[in-house]
């Protein structure tokens, strides 16, 4: 007996036991676990069937919506309980879960606002780039691979260029030309970002901007070079406020509620003197209201203080 009771689980479980015991005996609840009724209302057992429906497609059993129930209220008692014992404090992951709530709960509130009189209108008219459709185009590409050719790449690819460029448009062997690349050849109604997206910005910010109907080259892009015939280019029409209201409106709900978190973070700063060990360069930074201000997720496992 004496050797187990000396083996450190032990004794970490004797401790725990005697602290829980202290805490039935003599333990003070705070007001969150003085009120003894547990309520239970028929919205709270109507949201726990919504959420277990948007969850699983289908709306719960009898039987599991029971279980839910019970789940919720044993999740209640160990809150309530966990609360007395004073659990709650200095735990990072309960502060930053309520700080979440709050801010999840002042957004709700913006989603909830309609905008005004001409606002939305104004809104779409400073931000109508955001809503341009992309310009399409279509072209096909021949690619001289420079690890390929060596110093001979750019040589062979204005020979090739001066071949192409005397036939009306290009024959069909085209894509027989130039090397192999593991990539489309040839490209129909795609945006900038498509073709950014697979031979990179530099290639696809040129091919934009070339005339259709002719032979370019040489293009580069960080597989080589390519010679670029561009068969259309459709420019896409300044947009509709109409055509796209729903984007405007949830672009605008995205900068009312940006606008709204700076103002009532603002707001709760005032109420607290901030001291920050740091240049005061630094502690401007930090305290600024200033909506390009970079917030960074804190990483799992460390203190948000």
């Not at 202290?22 to 009724?37: H, K, M, R």
């Not at 001409?118 to 590409?141: H, K, M, R, W």
């Not at 001979?152 to 062997?173: G, I, S």
């Not at 600024?288 to 496992?301: C, M, Q, T």
Request: with cysteine.
């Amino acid at each position: 007996m004496i050797k187990i009771l000396k083996e450190p689980l032990v004794q970490f479980l004797l401790i725990g036991a005697c602290i829980y015991a202290a805490y039935a005996l003599f333990g003070t609840p705070d007001s969150a676990a003085e009120e003894q009724t547990i309520y239970i209302s028929e919205a709270r057992i109507s949201s726990l069937s919504i959420a277990w429906e948007k969850r699983w497609n289908r709306p719960p059993t009898e039987d599991e919506l029971v279980g839910l129930v019970r789940a919720y209220l044993r999740e209640d008692i160990l809150y309530r309980e966990a609360l007395a014992m004073g659990l709650d404090v200095d735990d990072h992951i309960i502060r930053r879960r309520l700080a979440q709530k709050l801010e999840f709960l002042t957004n709700d509130l913006v989603q909830l606002k309609e905008p005004g009189e001409g606002e939305l209108e104004a809104f779409f008219a400073e931000n109508i780039e955001q809503f341009q459709s992309p310009d399409l185009i279509t072209f096909v590409q021949v690619f001289f691979n420079p690890d390929k050719r060596g110093d001979a790449t750019l040589d062979d690819a204005a020979a090739t260029l001066e071949r192409l460029q005397a036939e009306t448009e290009p024959p069909p062997t085209t894509l027989e030309e130039g090397d192999r690349l593991l990539l489309n050849n040839f490209y129909a109604n795609a945006t900038e970002f498509d073709i950014r997206r697979s031979m990179g910005s530099g290639f696809a910010e040129a091919v934009m901007a070339l005339e259709p109907g002719k032979w370019h080259g040489p293009v580069l892009s960080g597989f080589g070079t390519h010679l670029v015939y561009v068969f259309e280019l459709t420019q896409a029409p300044p947009p509709e406020l109409d055509d796209v209201r729903d984007a405007v409106m949830t672009e605008w709900q995205r900068a009312e509620t940006e606008q709204f978190n700076i103002e009532f973070l603002d707001s709760l700063k005032a109420r607290y003197e901030v001291v920050i060990e740091a240049p005061e360069e630094f502690t401007e930074s930090v305290l600024r209201s200033d909506s390009n201000v970079i917030e960074v997720a804190l990483p799992d496992g460390e203190p948000a203080a």
